[in-house]
């Protein structure tokens, strides 16, 4: 094999990771297993201290679940998740237990729970 082949094979072996990466979390995650899709709603002091939504959304980034987060009129956050079900499930639990550094969790409910076949949402935003 010549040197410039050589190269050539060196660049698109390095360019193909890449080129996965590019298709973002969603892509990763259409293959991890059965994916969930949950809707919540967060009650209790969870606004007016600093931002929950965006904690929430930095937390769902970690977690690597997509969807989206609102801060609502009457005091409440709302907002969906959608990822592979051990992390959806790791998401809820923050969700319910942890919150913001300054919140104070009184409930979580959770609605339309179900099974998706493919993630309608590419990442985690924050909705105004």
Do not use: H
Request: proline letters at 5%; hydrophobic letters at 35%.
């Amino acid at each position: 094999m010549c040197l410039l082949s050589l190269a050539a094979a060196t660049v698109a072996a390095r360019r193909t990771p890449l080129r996965l990466l590019g298709r973002g979390l969603a892509a990763a995650m259409s293959t991890a297993g059965p994916l969930k899709s949950v809707d919540y709603e967060v009650f209790g002091r969870v606004q007016g201290r600093g931002p929950p939504a965006t904690y929430t959304e930095g937390e769902a980034k970690k977690i690597g679940v997509v969807g989206w987060v609102k801060n609502t009129s009457k005091g409440t956050v709302t907002g969906q998740v959608q990822g592979p079900e051990d992390k959806v499930n790791s998401m809820k639990s923050w969700l319910s237990k942890v919150g913001s550094p300054s919140s104070r969790i009184d409930r979580t409910n959770f609605s339309n729970e179900k099974t998706i076949s493919k993630l309608e949402y590419s990442n985690f935003s924050i909705r105004y």
